[in-house]
């Protein structure tokens, strides 16, 4: 072998370091496939015919819903993924991401700043089946006009909803405990509900036999602390929702509440937690009096018949004066705005939103629906079903929307409470000291979100 | 060729078997590794176009991060407890089960089996196990007269993930089993023929024949066990993975801040320094324990120091 055929040490890892190199940017160019959309006529589908890839819940969207969607619109075929943030997270880095996606609207405001929603005004102004003027106020969550939410552009479309601060209670429960029951139409205020919860919990050898109320805790703290806070007349926010101040006499108190209740042993937290994380499966099972979930929970009692002669539901507790019953999340989708199928997408948004679904939806009484024109479908054949729907009807005129900064999520809100409130909750920081650092830790966020976003 | 001294092979056919490898190395390690590095030097959210550099910021802000030195302290205190139980508990079943028992396949099937169920699988049934209200440990120790202990919070949750860790540790145990196979009989004879106890010829013969494994089982077991992220997320009380915010302190190891940070807090930026920290930390561990070899590993070869 001669010299000139050898391959030397350093050539061979020059050469690797260059194939390597070049791999890695493409890669960057290209971003890493974590699903890619389909093209029109493209790889795995017929000339002419558009892969829509969708990102939901099978339990939301199903087959048949997608079956019928393909059915009624020859040329689009949905390439179906399951509710996975990681994977968004990763198409969206990719700048490949799914043509539809689930999404709530209470904390929109972040992505929508971000630019990665894609403006769908225009869409809905030409639309002959999603109409503006139909689209109840719950919607406006996702609107968002380069300053706050509630105004501007809309940016998704809301699924349904609940007011989610609604209780629904055990009557048999509070008959044992010999509390009365909750009116139908005027608040409890968060005061009397911890301490009836008191008396509605039921402990036993070490062990909780009956939880007093259940506020779904690791689900969300941040939405019922900001509801509380604003029911006091106060406001999260600035004007410009750079900056929070956590320590106003509203926040401490409804800190202290969730503190107070936490120490109280009433109900579960995530110092004491449910094994399922849900408030569902104790309820059902009567270790539950109070549950604090919206109108949709009551979807889950239609076939409970021997449940549905004690349960009711009751209006959202107040703290203050202001009577406010908001939505936690408003479940719906939105368009990436780096979606290439945009029309198709609309086109799956209609019929989800305001098509069969939709209808199906409104009648299974699995929350309210997001259009006024769906609102008279709701179930009303069980008496159960007619109480809550009063309840919910009522609480229609309370309704308000949560604050939204741009800046910081609603996951590092959550963080951030519930960290703080485990301290306290343990007596290894005062509420003042809590609601300071909390303050401060969150303030960071936003700061770095302002300058991110600009 | 006349100028080379004798060789067997070409180099062509040297370098054309490590290419795979120095490829592999190169794309799948090295520049996910250098991309990272590059990431971390922006403010990336992991999704949008709005990014810039932001220089060697992020790595400054690590150093003033109480909650990643927290959380790096709690993993180091983890490791150094479950790397030994680990290696420990290994080699002790591995000396059980290398005797003439009956049955002693089945017996080592039996130990080896957790360590091939999947790690959800597992963290669901320890999580059974460990539930509060309907676990078994509780009714256990509820008729012991002991009252029932909620596992998968403070301060429990840590040593709910050391027996999760510890449930696993079959794989080791097989490993061991390999290398105590391989320790000569004449040599324990002779020792016992010397006068030596049981136990003196385990320590002073066994363990040295086997030292080679397990400085590489210790040394595994320390990359692994820092890199843990899984089964705190898993163990946590919560409903879906992504409720990182569920984990509890004493279990929020530096992994789990990490994915806080990435997933939670959309720092892609910052976490990814993060990473390279770590990185750092664990090579420096792994040095560390490599440069303590020389004291405790008996090798039958000369080393490279010996020649």
Same mark, same amino acid.
């Not at chain 1, 990681?86 to 700043?113: E, I, K, Q, Y």
């Not at chain 1, 004066?321 to 999340?329: E, F, M, N, V």
């Given at each position: 072998?001669?010299?000139?055929?050898?391959?030397?040490?350093?050539?061979?890892?020059?050469?690797?370091?260059?194939?390597?190199?070049?791999?890695?940017?493409?890669?960057?160019?290209?971003?890493?496939?974590?699903?890619?959309?389909?093209?029109?006529?493209?790889?795995? +589908?017929?000339?002419?015919?558009?892969?829509?890839?969708?990102?939901?819940?099978?339990?939301?969207?199903?087959?048949?819903?997608?079956?019928?969607?393909?059915?009624?619109?020859?040329?689009?075929?949905?390439?179906?993924?399951?509710?996975?943030?990681?994977?968004?997270?990763?198409?969206?880095?990719?700048?490949?991401?799914?043509?539809?996606?689930?999404?709530?609207?209470?904390?929109?405001?972040?992505?929508?700043?971000?630019?990665?929603?894609?403006?769908?005004?225009?869409?809905?102004?030409?639309?002959?089946?999603?109409?503006?003027?139909?689209?109840?106020?719950?919607?406006?969550?996702?609107? %968002?006009?380069?300053?706050?939410?509630?105004?501007?552009?809309?940016?998704?479309?809301?699924?349904? %909803?609940?007011?989610?601060?609604?209780?629904?209670?055990?009557?048999?429960?509070?008959?044992?405990?010999?509390?009365?029951?909750?009116?139908?139409?005027?608040?409890?205020?968060?005061?009397?509900?911890?301490?009836?919860?008191?008396?509605?919990?039921?402990?036993?050898?070490?062990?909780?036999?009956?939880?007093?109320?259940?506020?779904?805790?690791?689900?969300?703290?941040?939405?019922?602390?900001?509801?509380?806070?604003?029911?006091?007349?106060?406001?999260?926010?600035?004007?410009?929702?750079?900056?929070?101040?956590?320590?106003?006499?509203?926040?401490?108190?409804?800190?202290?509440?969730?503190?107070?209740?936490?120490?109280?042993?009433?109900?579960?937290?995530?110092?004491?937690?449910?094994?399922?994380?849900?408030?569902?499966?104790?309820?059902?099972?009567?270790?539950?009096?109070?549950?604090?979930? +919206?109108?949709?929970?009551?979807?889950?009692?239609?076939?409970?018949?021997?449940?549905?002669?004690?349960?009711?539901?009751?209006?959202?507790?107040?703290?203050?004066?202001?009577?406010?019953?908001?939505?936690?999340?408003?479940? +719906?989708? %939105?368009?990436?705005?780096?979606?290439?199928?945009?029309?198709?997408?609309?086109?799956?948004?209609?019929?989800?939103?305001?098509?069969?679904?939709?209808?199906?939806?409104?009648?299974?009484?699995?929350?309210?629906?997001?259009?006024?024109?769906?609102?008279?479908?709701?179930?009303?054949?069980?008496?159960?079903?007619?109480?809550?729907?009063?309840?919910?009807?009522?609480?229609?005129?309370?309704?308000?929307?949560?604050?939204?900064?741009?800046?910081?999520?609603?996951?590092?809100?959550?963080?951030?409470?519930?960290?703080?409130?485990?301290?306290?909750?343990?007596?290894?920081?005062?509420?003042?000291?809590?609601?300071?650092?909390?303050?401060?830790?969150?303030?960071?966020?936003?700061?770095?979100?302002?300058?991110?976003? +600009? | 060729?006349?100028?080379?001294?004798?060789?067997?092979?070409?180099?062509?056919?040297?370098?054309?078997?490590?290419?795979?490898?120095?490829?592999?190395?190169?794309?799948?390690?090295?520049?996910?590794?250098?991309?990272?590095?590059?990431?971390?030097?922006?403010?990336?959210?992991?999704?949008?176009?709005?990014?810039?550099?932001?220089?060697?910021?992020?790595?400054?802000?690590?150093?003033?991060?109480?909650?990643?030195?927290?959380?790096?302290?709690?993993?180091?205190?983890?490791?150094?407890?479950?790397?030994?139980?680990?290696?420990?508990?290994?080699?002790?079943?591995?000396?059980?089960?290398?005797?003439?028992?009956?049955?002693?396949?089945?017996?080592?099937?039996?130990?080896?089996?957790?360590?091939?169920?999947?790690?959800?699988?597992?963290?669901?049934?320890?999580?059974?196990?460990?539930?509060?209200?309907?676990?078994?440990?509780?009714?256990?120790?509820?008729?012991?007269?002991?009252?029932?202990?909620?596992?998968?919070?403070?301060?429990?949750?840590?040593?709910?993930?050391?027996?999760?860790?510890?449930?696993?540790?079959?794989?080791?145990?097989?490993?061991?089993?390999?290398?105590?196979?391989?320790?000569?009989?004449?040599?324990?004879?002779?020792?016992?023929?010397?006068?030596?106890?049981?136990?003196?010829?385990?320590?002073?013969?066994?363990?040295?024949?086997?030292?080679?494994?397990?400085?590489?089982?210790?040394?595994?077991?320390?990359?692994?066990?820092?890199?843990?992220?899984?089964?705190?997320?898993?163990?946590?009380?919560?409903?879906?993975?992504?409720?990182?915010?569920?984990?509890?302190?004493?279990?929020?190891?530096?992994?789990?801040?990490?994915?806080?940070?990435?997933?939670?807090?959309?720092?892609?930026?910052?976490?990814?320094?993060?990473?390279?920290?770590?990185?750092?930390?664990?090579?420096?561990?792994?040095?560390?324990?490599?440069?303590?070899?020389?004291?405790?590993?008996?090798?039958?070869?000369?080393?490279?120091?010996?020649?």
């Amino acid at each position: 072998m001669d010299g000139s055929a050898r391959i030397s040490r350093r050539r061979l890892l020059a050469g690797s370091a260059a194939v390597a190199g070049g791999a890695a940017a493409g890669g960057l160019l290209s971003g890493c496939d974590a699903g890619s959309s389909g093209t029109s006529g493209g790889s795995g +589908g017929a000339e002419g015919t558009v892969t829509l890839t969708v990102m939901y819940n099978n339990n939301e969207l199903t087959k048949e819903h997608i079956a019928d969607f393909e059915a009624k619109n020859s040329g689009i075929k949905v390439n179906f993924l399951q509710t996975d943030p990681t994977r968004l997270n990763a198409m969206l880095a990719a700048g490949n991401p799914p043509d539809f996606v689930r999404g709530a609207a209470v904390g929109s405001a972040n992505f929508n700043a971000r630019g990665l929603a894609a403006d769908l005004t225009p869409y809905l102004e030409k639309s002959e089946v999603l109409k503006k003027d139909d689209l109840l106020a719950v919607n406006d969550s996702f609107r %968002w006009d380069g300053g706050k939410i509630g105004q501007g552009a809309y940016y998704g479309i809301v699924k349904d %909803w609940s007011q989610d601060a609604t209780l629904w209670y055990n009557t048999q429960l509070f008959d044992q405990a010999k509390v009365p029951h909750l009116s139908d139409t005027e608040p409890i205020g968060y005061d009397e509900l911890l301490a009836i919860g008191k008396k509605l919990t039921v402990k036993q050898g070490g062990k909780t036999k009956v939880y007093g109320v259940g506020l779904e805790w690791a689900w969300n703290v941040y939405a019922p602390i900001a509801m509380m806070i604003l029911q006091q007349g106060e406001q999260l926010y600035n004007e410009d929702l750079s900056e929070t101040d956590f320590t106003t006499a509203a926040a401490r108190r409804a800190f202290s509440w969730y503190v107070d209740f936490a120490q109280a042993g009433v109900g579960p937290t995530s110092l004491d937690p449910l094994p399922d994380g849900a408030d569902l499966s104790t309820f059902m099972a009567k270790r539950m009096a109070v549950s604090q979930d +919206g109108y949709w929970y009551g979807g889950n009692f239609v076939k409970e018949t021997a449940l549905q002669a004690n349960i009711r539901m009751a209006p959202a507790p107040v703290m203050g004066d202001k009577r406010i019953s908001p939505t936690y999340a408003g479940q +719906g989708a %939105w368009i990436p705005s780096k979606s290439k199928h945009k029309d198709e997408a609309w086109k799956l948004m209609e019929y989800f939103m305001a098509g069969p679904p939709a209808e199906e939806r409104a009648k299974s009484g699995w929350g309210l629906p997001a259009l006024k024109s769906l609102l008279p479908k709701l179930p009303q054949d069980l008496p159960y079903q007619k109480q809550a729907y009063q309840v919910a009807q009522n609480e229609l005129k309370s309704t308000g929307a949560l604050p939204d900064s741009p800046y910081v999520t609603i996951d590092a809100w959550n963080l951030g409470l519930d960290k703080y409130l485990q301290r306290a909750i343990k007596k290894q920081l005062t509420v003042d000291a809590a609601c300071q650092a909390i303050t401060q830790d969150i303030n960071k966020l936003l700061k770095q979100g302002k300058e991110q976003i +600009g | 060729m006349a100028r080379n001294s004798w060789t067997r092979y070409s180099s062509r056919t040297f370098y054309a078997f490590v290419a795979p490898w120095v490829l592999g190395f190169l794309l799948l390690t090295a520049a996910p590794l250098a991309y990272a590095f590059g990431v971390s030097l922006t403010n990336f959210d992991g999704s949008s176009s709005r990014w810039r550099w932001v220089g060697f910021r992020n790595y400054v802000e690590l150093f003033g991060d109480q909650e990643a030195w927290a959380a790096l302290l709690r993993t180091i205190a983890y490791t150094a407890i479950a790397v030994p139980l680990s290696v420990a508990g290994a080699v002790g079943l591995a000396v059980l089960l290398n005797r003439r028992l009956k049955a002693v396949g089945l017996w080592r099937t039996l130990f080896f089996l957790p360590s091939v169920v999947p790690v959800v699988a597992m963290a669901i049934m320890w999580k059974l196990v460990l539930n509060r209200d309907a676990g078994i440990l509780n009714a256990i120790l509820n008729v012991a007269g002991i009252k029932s202990i909620t596992w998968l919070v403070d301060p429990m949750a840590f040593y709910a993930l050391i027996i999760l860790t510890l449930w696993g540790l079959g794989g080791g145990m097989v490993i061991m089993l390999a290398a105590l196979q391989g320790v000569p009989q004449e040599l324990e004879e002779a020792a016992i023929v010397d006068g030596a106890n049981r136990w003196r010829v385990f320590r002073h013969i066994t363990v040295p024949m086997i030292s080679p494994v397990i400085f590489f089982q210790v040394v595994t077991g320390v990359i692994a066990t820092f890199q843990i992220v899984v089964q705190p997320l898993l163990l946590a009380e919560t409903n879906s993975i992504a409720g990182v915010g569920q984990v509890p302190q004493s279990t929020h190891l530096y992994m789990v801040q990490v994915y806080q940070e990435f997933f939670s807090s959309n720092r892609f930026g910052y976490g990814s320094a993060m990473l390279w920290v770590f990185f750092l930390v664990i090579l420096a561990f792994t040095l560390l324990v490599q440069r303590s070899s020389r004291l405790w590993v008996h090798y039958e070869v000369d080393t490279d120091s010996d020649r």
